[in-house]
């Protein structure tokens, strides 16, 4: 499967630990996203990474959060500090863009953070 | 600021009724998506719609685009039990981020 991967799948913590998530995008797509998404709510746009370079930080994404992609492959979100309202389901996502293609967004399972 | 709004938020309908979903955007834009998504699982790509008078369909599903409005509309025909999920439609443009509306949880009952 070809898919985006992201694990772990599920993660509970307790408030205060650190908490970092990885997600694997589809191997040719140069774009790579984070968004949170929250019960009953659409998923928020996090950060997004151009092959390495991150080109966009939503201002949801306080200090506490820092998304890296070293190599323009995989990327890693990790939450330093966490807080109980850190809680939600972590979504990756990547597309292939250029100038005559879409930006279709493929998503991948999610990793669940829970915050005790 | 680019914001999505659907409607209805929640709809129960009866298997072999027909419904529409409404997306309401509110800039213009480039680019729209519609999204299915089951409980606890991730976002399933159902349609991308790119241009003014865009209409796809898959089996009971269609969709379609009005930029003028800024509008669009995800159609079920004849709902079958296995439709039931969230659906979500979303916006981009090459200078914004995808932006999701709240989303549209249908149910479908016998």
């Known amino acids: 499967d070809t898919g985006v991967s992201q694990d772990p799948r599920h993660k509970i913590t307790k408030r205060g630990q650190n908490v970092t998530f990885r997600c694997d995008p589809i191997s040719e797509h140069n774009r790579l996203y984070w968004y949170r998404q929250t019960l009953g709510q659409g998923p928020e746009f996090l950060t997004y990474f151009q092959n390495e370079a991150q080109l966009e930080k939503s201002r949801l994404l306080s200090d506490r959060f820092s998304a890296e992609r070293p190599k323009g492959s995989f990327s890693t979100l990790e939450i330093q500090r966490t807080e109980q309202g850190d809680s939600a389901m972590y979504l990756c996502?990547?597309?292939?863009?250029?100038?005559?293609?879409?930006?279709?967004?493929?998503f991948g399972p999610g990793t669940r953070l829970t915050v005790l | 600021e680019l914001k999505v709004e659907q409607n209805p938020l929640f709809l129960s309908m009866q298997e072999g009724k027909n419904y529409t979903i409404y997306c309401n955007y509110s800039?213009?834009?480039?680019?729209l998506y519609w999204y299915r998504q089951d409980p606890g699982k991730s976002l399933e790509s159902l349609f991308v719609l790119l241009s003014n008078g865009a209409v796809k369909q898959e089996g009971r599903l269609m969709a379609s685009l009005d930029t003028k409005a800024r509008l669009s509309t995800l159609h079920i025909t004849a709902a079958v039990h296995d439709l039931s999920a969230t659906y979500f439609c979303a916006v981009d443009s090459r200078s914004t981020p995808l932006v999701f509306g709240k989303g549209t949880r249908l149910s479908v009952i016998a």
């Open positions: 800039t213009t834009s480039d680019r």
């Open positions: 996502a990547s597309s292939l863009a250029g100038l005559a293609v879409y930006n279709e967004q493929f």
